[in-house]
């Protein structure tokens, strides 16, 4: 059995490095500022070698400043980024937030959440470069940061790079525009495509895809997660290699959880604690023993209710290796196509049953009347 331990005793003839924003004077100063609007390369390497951890910590007066800020990574030259994100939601901190959360390959550790942490290996042959752009309206006071590599004689040609992409989508219940669930509202749809599933990752080249963070606003107290997973492999059709059978199952829990749980591989490290399922999960799945391979292209989805007929707030950043040159990403959305949707709390719902009791003639009605 691998034992991540066992390589610890091999010698080697790699040279360990670190980038950081100590004071250069000597002093106290440890951090960088980036003015409002800015963008800042805070790690660039020359040659062959590896990214092995990168940590963050981040004070601005902007409350969303995970979301407003994006990371960028480029490898060997590329013109295009192979990471594009928030920074807030590639570390696993969901709506611009701060909660611990531990994975193996990434961590937000305390003072809650505030320490950001990744052990995503990101080897590069031809130079590497990591870039910060402020999108808030304010400067970041103090952007802390390593990025800790290793210096190597050559990188392979068969090592892949590492890719994450940010999406976001307020979904759509389609057609019969009903947000029918768990047959509440009528017979149940069937549905034999991912055309309207929401999108992880479309990615063109050869390569393995390794997990996905997920993040849910739901604006409804119903299950949010029948929804299948499905991924469709070098352009074969649906169903596809792997087809799911729901939501929680696919993040490897069951029976439409809303507690918090941590394993290196999955969990559930912010729920909702609302009525049934209002509000904000996130929910993560790293396929570090079981990568999802693909020799020529991927198509990563996940249904929005069954058959995509909920109203949801979705975002995700997934995570991926693969050859070069990718596809470029699609165009981030703007700052203002990032911020959250509004709360729905006690008044809306009574709002909601106010109206449910007009339609049906008013008078003792309780709730419940078919």
């Given at each position: 059995m691998f034992n991540a331990l066992d390589s610890l005793t091999q010698l080697r003839t790699i040279r360990t490095k670190r980038i950081s924003s100590y004071d250069r004077s000597g002093g106290n100063a440890d951090f960088?500022?980036?003015?409002?609007?800015?963008?800042?390369?805070?790690?660039?390497?020359?040659?062959?070698?590896?990214?092995?951890?990168?940590?963050?910590?981040?004070?601005?007066?902007?409350?969303?400043?995970?979301?407003?800020?994006?990371?960028?990574?480029?490898?060997?030259?590329?013109?295009?980024?192979?990471?594009?994100?928030?920074?807030?939601?590639?570390?696993?901190?969901?709506?611009?937030?701060?909660?611990?959360?531990?994975?193996?390959?990434?961590?937000?550790?305390?003072?809650?959440?505030?320490?950001?942490?990744?052990?995503?290996?990101?080897?590069?042959?031809?130079?590497?470069?990591?870039?910060i752009e402020n999108q808030c309206d304010v400067p970041i006071d103090s952007f802390y940061y390593y990025v800790d590599y290793e210096e190597h004689d050559s990188i392979g040609g068969d090592i892949g790079r590492f890719h994450a992409w940010w999406n976001r989508e307020l979904t759509d219940p389609g057609a019969e525009d009903t947000e029918n669930e768990w047959g509440v509202l009528g017979p149940e749809a069937k549905n034999p495509s991912d055309a309207n599933n929401y999108l992880f990752l479309e990615a063109e080249g050869q390569g393995q895809f390794v997990g996905v963070n997920y993040f849910v606003d739901c604006p409804s107290p119903i299950w949010y997660?029948?929804?299948?997973?499905?991924?469709?492999?070098?352009?074969?059709?649906?169903?596809?290699?792997?087809?799911?059978?729901?939501?929680?199952?696919?993040?490897?829990?069951?029976?439409?959880?809303?507690?918090?749980?941590?394993?290196?591989?999955?969990?559930?490290?912010?729920?909702?604690?609302?009525?049934?399922?209002?509000?904000?999960?996130?929910?993560?799945?790293?396929?570090?023993?079981?990568?999802?391979?693909?020799?020529?292209?991927?198509?990563?989805?996940?249904?929005?209710?069954h058959a995509n007929e909920l109203a949801v707030d979705l975002s995700s950043v997934a995570y991926w290796y693969q050859n070069e040159p990718h596809q470029p990403f699609p165009a981030m959305r703007p700052k203002e196509e990032r911020q959250n949707m509004p709360a729905i709390g006690a008044v809306e719902i009574h709002r909601w049953r106010d109206a449910w009791r007009k339609a049906k003639g008013g008078g003792k009605l309780w709730g419940n009347e078919g």
């Open positions: 960088t500022r980036i003015p409002a609007g800015e963008r800042v390369d805070i790690a660039k390497m020359d040659g062959a070698g590896v990214v092995k951890h990168i940590w963050v910590t981040i004070s601005c007066s902007d409350p969303m400043v995970r979301r407003n800020t994006l990371l960028r990574m480029y490898w060997d030259g590329e013109a295009h980024p192979s990471v594009e994100s928030p920074i807030g939601d590639f570390f696993g901190q969901g709506w611009g937030e701060k909660y611990n959360f531990a994975s193996l390959p990434l961590a937000a550790a305390p003072v809650g959440g505030n320490a950001l942490n990744c052990y995503f290996p990101m080897p590069f042959g031809d130079g590497a470069r990591i870039e997660g029948e929804g299948d997973d499905m991924f469709l492999i070098d352009g074969e059709p649906w169903p596809g290699s792997l087809h799911g059978t729901g939501t929680e199952d696919y993040f490897c829990s069951s029976w439409c959880p809303k507690e918090p749980y941590s394993h290196p591989f999955f969990g559930y490290p912010r729920v909702n604690n609302r009525e049934g399922w209002l509000g904000r999960t996130h929910s993560y799945r790293f396929h570090v023993p079981d990568p999802i391979y693909f020799q020529k292209s991927i198509r990563a989805s996940i249904e929005h209710g």
